[in-house]
C-alpha cells in the first residue's frame, strides 16, 4: 500500500515538473518573439511610414526593411496593446535594436527616435521656392536634388508644417507633401479633371486672399473660359519669370510662353504654385456672380466689373 503511494506521488511530480517546464519553455518563446530583434536589423536607419496607410501595409514595410520577423505578431501586437486607427506616420530613426512590441508602441505613440526638424511651406509656393526652403533647413538636400525629385509634382506637394528627421531624403520629403495632397484633395468633389482644378487652384492661390474671394474669382476664371476669352491673369509672371511680378510691363505682357494667359487662351499647360486647400476648394466650387472682370485695389479689396469700361473705371478708382 504505502508503496503504491509513494509511487502516486512520484508521478504527480513528474506531471507538475513537466508542466513548469513547458510554461517555462512557452514564456521564453513569446519574451523571445516580443522582445527579440531580427539579426539584420537596420541600426542606424531611418525607416519612413507614409500617411494614411493601414496596419497590414506598416507590417510589409518593416518587414521588408528587417525591422520585424513577423508581419502577423506586429498586426497582433498593434491591434491588440494600441489604437491601430491612430497611427502616427513620418520618419523612424533606430539606433539600437529593439523588438517589435517597441517598434509597435513607438509607431502607435510618434517616438521617432530623433529631435525631428520642422518646416513650414507657405501657400502658393512654387517647387524652385521650396526647394530654396529645403536646402536652408536641410543642407545636405540640395536645392537642385530637390527639385529633380519633385519634377512633374508642381502643384501637387502639399503646403502645410511639416516634421522631418534631420538626415531625411529629399525622396522623402516629396512623398509625404505628396501624400498630404492626396489626403486633402480626396475630400473635395469636383466635376472637372483634377489636372485643370489644380491649375485653377495655382492661379487662385496668387491673385485672391479669401475662401469667398477666392470663389468669385474662380467663377470669373471658369466663365471666361466658357466663353473663349482669355484669362488674362497677372499671377502667372511670376511664375515665367521666377520673380515676383504682380503689375507685368508691357514688355511682360508680349513673352510667348504658353503660361502667358494674355496671348494663349484657355488654362496655362500646368500649375504655378502649390495650392492650399482653400484655393483647391475655390476651383471646385466657383460662385457665380455675373461679372467678368476684377481687380485688387490699392485699398486692397477686390474689385468687381461686367464689363470692360467698367473694370477700366475701377482701375481709375482703386489703382491709379
Excluded at 508521478?11 to 521564453?28: Q, W
Excluded at 504682380?246 to 511682360?252: M, V, Y
Amino acid at each position: 500500500m504505502i508503496q503504491k503511494i509513494i509511487s502516486f506521488l512520484l508521478r504527480i511530480r513528474r506531471v507538475y515538473i513537466g508542466a513548469g517546464l513547458l510554461t517555462v519553455a512557452i514564456l521564453v518563446l513569446i519574451w523571445g518573439a516580443v522582445f527579440d530583434a531580427p539579426k539584420n536589423f537596420p541600426i542606424g536607419e531611418t525607416i519612413n511610414i507614409p500617411l494614411g496607410v493601414t496596419t497590414e501595409q506598416i507590417a510589409d514595410i518593416l518587414h521588408d526593411a528587417n525591422v520585424i520577423e513577423s508581419k502577423k505578431l506586429y498586426i497582433g501586437i498593434t491591434r491588440g496593446f494600441f489604437n491601430s486607427n491612430k497611427l502616427k506616420a513620418g520618419d523612424y530613426f533606430f539606433s539600437n535594436q529593439v523588438g517589435p512590441l517597441i517598434v509597435a508602441y513607438r509607431i502607435a505613440t510618434g517616438v521617432h527616435g530623433v529631435e525631428p526638424t520642422t518646416i513650414t511651406f507657405a501657400e502658393g509656393l512654387t517647387i524652385r521656392e521650396m526647394a530654396e526652403d529645403i536646402e536652408a533647413k536641410f543642407p545636405h538636400i540640395s536645392a537642385e536634388e530637390f527639385k529633380k525629385k519633385a519634377d512633374g509634382l508642381e502643384g501637387y506637394l502639399f503646403p502645410d508644417t511639416y516634421n522631418f528627421v534631420p538626415n531625411v531624403s529629399a525622396q522623402t520629403i516629396v512623398n509625404t507633401m505628396h501624400g498630404e495632397f492626396q489626403r486633402q484633395i480626396k475630400d473635395i468633389e469636383f466635376d472637372k479633371p483634377l489636372s485643370d482644378i489644380v491649375i485653377m487652384a495655382s492661379i487662385l492661390e496668387r491673385e485672391a486672399r479669401q475662401l469667398e474671394t477666392k470663389q468669385k474669382v474662380s467663377g470669373i476664371l471658369w466663365d471666361r473660359i466658357d466663353i473663349g476669352m482669355a484669362l488674362q491673369v497677372d499671377a502667372v509672371f511670376g511664375y515665367i519669370f521666377e520673380r515676383e511680378t504682380f503689375h507685368p510691363s508691357l514688355e511682360d505682357l508680349e513673352i510667348d510662353s504658353p503660361y502667358n494667359t494674355y496671348k494663349y487662351r484657355g488654362l496655362p499647360p500646368g500649375p504655378i504654385s502649390n495650392p492650399g486647400i482653400d484655393s483647391l476648394y475655390a476651383a471646385a466650387n466657383p460662385i457665380e456672380t455675373g461679372y467678368l472682370f476684377y481687380l485688387t485695389g490699392n485699398d486692397g479689396l477686390m474689385h468687381y466689373a461686367q464689363t470692360f469700361d467698367g473694370h477700366r473705371r475701377n482701375r481709375a478708382l482703386y489703382l491709379d
